[in-house]
Nanobody
Framework: QVQLVESGGGLVQAGGSLRLSCAAS????????VGWFRQAPGKEREFVAA????????YYADSVKGRSTISRDNARNTVYLQMNSLKPEDTAVYYC?????????????????WGQGTQVTVSS
């Protein structure tokens, strides 16, 4: 089992920045792909970004591309999502997820473990 804990969410004005963290514990000695997803009230959960274990391969949703950077520190078992130029439409609960055999990084069903989420609210 892997436990994931997100942090770094909060209230920020439009145009501001936040850095979300996803800390893993438990069976962390495996080569997990980690993804970030978000869910706004009344909407489906959607893919935001993902990173392979090596850190060399990253993937982004079009909605955040150019404004966000995903990175990881495997020594600390932590993945980060730096979000800049935030917009009110970025408001959502952000979840991190991990999976060992993730083929489709944007598909939530490919991930095995999920965190509880952290709220991001962007005011206009």
């Amino acid at each position: 089992q892997v436990q994931l804990v997100e942090s770094g969410g909060g209230l920020v004005q439009a145009g501001g920045s936040l850095r979300l963290s996803c800390a893993a514990s438990g069976r962390t000695g495996y080569r997990y792909t980690v993804g970030w997803f978000r869910q706004a009230p009344g909407k489906e959960r959607e893919f935001v970004a993902a990173i392979r274990w090596s850190g060399f391969m990253t993937y982004y949703a079009d909605s955040v591309k150019g404004r966000s950077t995903i990175s990881r520190d495997n020594a600390r078992n932590t993945v980060y999502l730096q979000m800049n130029s935030l917009k009110p439409e970025d408001t959502a609960v952000y979840y991190c997820a991990a999976g060992e055999g993730v083929e489709r990084t944007s598909q939530s069903s490919d991930y095995d473990y999920w965190g509880q989420g952290t709220q991001v609210t962007v005011s206009s």
